[in-house]
């Protein structure tokens, strides 16, 4: 601290070679008017914004400063140490001149000769000469012996050889010196490059407690920059402690700061072995051996295990170990100059991203679980975001989530796929009774029905759909969330996520609903009841669209309204599968009007018809009033349309049953009961079992075997023969070929069962004009043809 009381100047004048005040750290503190007036003028937010934003820039300015002068900050901490080691080289000496001070000669009056006197200043001159060969030597006194400093030791070493032993002389412990001085620099290197070896070990043992730590910080929000000011006083304060720890030779090993993922690395004998190989002039070979050394940990890293895809921690372990990895080299990137480059470390990452979709690929593909899926595309998120962070490119992996997405959507299509069967099989096909208003409530929650009428009926009541309307729709409800859930930290725009939710709901409705639909349909003892349940339950489903899209609008707050947004298929859906039913419902309908007609027991020989239809028939009759009567909750057209359909059937199954070829022989009696069956379907018909028929629309199903019957029972052939072919003939309906089936089917009952009437007079006669008729026919038919 200044004397002025102008706070912390900086750590060193390396570091910074501007003057920042400590104040400059830490956060403004406003006056106490000034907090009161923001606080009173609601302005709290706004102000916390800005003086977020203010911490942001100074966050982003520190991390450039620090990234830029912290090899220089190094540096300067080496030559301080230098000089420390010079200073205590300068106390030795002293006390080395203070005990080999020159011996004082005696007086000249104690010599006895001159002899003596040459030989005291001889011993006199070399003591001399000694003293100051051997404190050229005295550096060498100060080599480390096992205590690590070896940097220093080699700066020391440099200075023996280059000038302290050239100014020593040619002695023979010079000599000795001058000769251990390559041994000591090789076991300096050797010494440091075991520790190096030492390091690379530890990081691959601990890379995933490293990643671990890293996207704990990004899952947390915690940022790098967040950290800077608390890591620069730490290091200011304690900096002569880790300087110690740095430079003693101390295996590396895992510290549990608390602090950022990189800071749980000692990374000192990165730094030591690089001093070392630097001042040896080996510099290339260093940066060589840990770029190779570094790229086959890398291989390893990327192998993933062959049960990774089982378990979601097989997948956390990965990811860890590889961000753990990059974390290092990173940090080596910015603590170093030139030991990696940029180039390198994107050339290792590119190469590790590709390895590592490669591999995701592969193990995503085993999962069948879409909770499980989910997970991991979570942990890739966040793996991307971490790695994001430290500056790698990550997009390819949010490409490699877009196809997981596809993935996931299948296997959601898959899981709903079986939810929708256990509902339609579960499903009684009946209307739901409401009881009370609270059950009226909580259907209405489950499902947008809104009908004016039935709010006003009192308790109980039924609503008009089945049970299985509001589960299929909350089924619905719970895809789209479950789409969400993928979609999200996509980095994707709200129109692109709601563009996918889209679409995946719409396979969701034309794949998977429509073919439990069409299963539910088309299973076996489906009765006409269930069918018009069907039918009434798909048209709900189909109103209800539009609410399914405003829903998906406001999950993903994008307008419904929106320019080239996808539609729901939901309507073509519901409707494919009414059609379905509709046509089931036709077929089924026909399939039981042939079985009452199976019961058909007539006697084509018999003599005279009687005067009420066959049990059969009225049997058929009751039936199809008792099934159109269910058919009042169809749409209009729907119902108008299986009853048409069912009378045509009908029509067309009786005029089969009576030109069947085993029916060979049809005599007057049994053309008259079959008649009168006739006619009761006829009044059926014109009853109007279905509303909104126009006039007798109905009756003209019947209308082809009405023509026919009447031209038999009237005898008629005249004013058939005459008018046919006209627009307005009478018999138009009746073809010729039916016709004559009929006729020929008459003349052999008329020849065979009176067998005296050649020798009756109107025997013969109705026999020649049956005759005629049936040859009048072949001609008209004959005449047409050609």
């Known amino acids: 601290f200044s004397p002025a009381g102008r706070g912390l100047k900086g750590f060193c004048t390396v570091c910074y070679q501007d003057v920042i005040p400590f104040h400059s750290f830490l956060p403004i503190t406003p006056r106490p008017v000034f907090l009161r007036s923001v606080y009173d003028g609601q302005e709290h937010g706004l102000f916390m914004e800005k003086l977020e934003g203010r911490i942001r820039n100074h966050d982003r300015e520190i991390e450039k400063m620090c990234n830029h002068h912290f090899q220089?900050?190094?540096?300067?901490?080496?030559?301080?140490?230098?000089?420390?080691?010079?200073?205590?080289?300068?106390?030795?000496?002293?006390?080395?001149?203070?005990?080999?001070?020159?011996?004082?000669?005696?007086?000249l009056q104690t010599l006895n000769t001159m002899d003596e006197l040459r030989q005291c200043r001889l011993q006199q001159r070399n003591i001399a000469t000694t003293v100051d060969k051997l404190t050229h030597c005295l550096p060498g006194e100060q080599l480390p012996q096992g205590g690590g400093e070896y940097y220093p030791a080699l700066r020391t070493l440099d200075q023996l050889e280059h000038s302290c032993l050239p100014q020593a002389g040619a002695y023979l412990f010079c000599t000795i010196m001058a000769e251990n001085i390559p041994r000591l620099r090789a076991h300096i290197r050797d010494v440091s490059m075991s520790d190096l070896k030492d390091f690379l070990e530890s990081i691959r043992k601990h890379s995933d407690k490293i990643g671990e730590k890293a996207m704990k910080q990004v899952s947390g929000g915690v940022r790098f920059a967040d950290q800077l000011h608390f890591l620069f006083f730490f290091f200011f304060f304690f900096f002569h402690v880790q300087w110690r720890h740095i430079s003693t030779r101390d295996p590396p090993h895992i510290m549990d700061s608390g602090l950022g993922a990189h800071d749980l690395v000692d990374f000192s004998p990165v730094y030591r072995c690089l001093h070392i190989y630097t001042v040896l002039g080996a510099r290339d070979t260093f940066e060589n051996y840990y770029r190779n050394q570094r790229r086959k940990q890398a291989r390893l890293v990327l192998q993933p295990h062959s049960n990774m895809h089982e378990t979601l921690e097989g997948y956390r372990r990965y990811f860890n170990q590889i961000v753990g990895f990059f974390v290092v080299e990173d940090h080596v990137l910015h603590t170093t100059r030139g030991l990696v480059n940029r180039a390198y470390v994107e050339e290792l990452w590119e190469l590790s991203l590709s390895k590592t979709i490669a591999a995701l690929r592969t193990h995503s593909s085993y999962c069948t679980d879409p909770d499980l899926l989910l997970d991991l595309k979570n942990l890739i998120v966040l793996f991307a975001d971490t790695l994001q962070g430290y500056g790698f490119p990550v997009n390819q992996l949010f490409d490699m989530l877009l196809e997981m997405r596809d993935q996931y959507g299948e296997i959601l299509l898959k899981k709903w796929n079986t939810s929708f069967r256990q509902i339609l099989d579960l499903d009684n096909y009946s209307p739901?009774?409401?009881?009370?208003?609270?059950?009226?409530?909580?259907?209405?929650?489950?499902?947008?029905?809104?009908?004016?009428?039935?709010?006003?009926?009192?308790?109980?009541?039924?609503?008009?759909?089945?049970?299985?309307?509001?589960?299929?729709?909350?089924?619905?409800?719970?895809?789209?969330?479950a789409c969400l859930k993928f979609s999200e930290d996509l980095h994707r725009s709200s129109t692109e996520i709601d563009d996918m939710i889209r679409k995946s709901t719409n396979l969701l409705l034309t794949r998977t609903l429509s073919h439990c639909l069409q299963y539910a349909i088309k299973k076996k003892n489906v009765g006409l009841a269930e069918l018009v349940q069907i039918i009434i339950n798909t048209t709900h489903l189909e109103q209800s669209c539009h609410f399914l899209e405003e829903f998906i609008s406001n999950i993903t707050n994008v307008p419904p309204g929106t320019i080239n947004a996808t539609k729901l298929y939901g309507t073509s859906t519901f409707k494919d599968a009414r059609h379905t039913a509709e046509e089931e419902i036709y077929t089924n309908l026909n399939q039981k009007i042939d079985q009452f007609l199976q019961l058909a027991d007539y006697d084509w020989m018999v003599a005279q018809g009687g005067g009420t239809a066959s049990d059969y028939l009225s049997d058929l009759i009751a039936f199809l009033c008792s099934t159109f009567t269910v058919f009042t909750h169809l749409p209009g057209k729907v119902a108008q349309t299986a009853c048409m359909s069912a009378c045509k059937h009908l029509s067309t199954s009786l005029l089969q049953l009576l030109l069947e070829s085993d029916v060979r022989q049809v005599s007057m009696g049994a053309l008259h009961q079959f008649n009168t069956d006739v006619k009761e379907c006829e009044r059926f018909a014109r009853a109007g079992p279905v509303p909104g028929f126009q006039g007798d629309t109905l009756l003209l199903a019947f209308i082809d075997l009405r023509q026919l019957l009447d031209l038999f029972t009237q005898w008629d052939w005249s004013t058939y023969l005459a008018d046919y072919g006209r627009p307005t003939c009478k018999y138009l309906r009746v073809n010729p070929h039916t016709a004559l089936a009929l006729l020929e089917k008459m003349k052999d009952t008329s020849r065979k069962n009176n067998m005296f009437a050649q020798f009756r007079k109107n025997e013969r006669d109705k026999q020649k004009l049956i005759d005629t008729v049936v040859k009048q026919l072949r001609n008209l038919i004959a005449t047409h043809q050609s």
Do not use: N
């Open 72 to 107: 220089g900050f190094v540096d300067s901490i080496t030559e301080l140490l230098k000089v420390r080691g010079e200073a205590q080289k300068l106390k030795v000496k002293k006390g080395v001149d203070r005990f080999l001070t020159l011996p004082k000669l005696p007086p």
């Open 432 to 481: 739901i009774p409401v009881a009370t208003e609270e059950d009226y409530r909580r259907v209405m929650g489950q499902f947008p029905f809104q009908d004016p009428e039935l709010e006003k009926t009192a308790f109980p009541k039924k609503l008009p759909f089945s049970a299985f309307v509001p589960k299929v729709y909350c089924q619905i409800k719970e895809f789209i969330y």
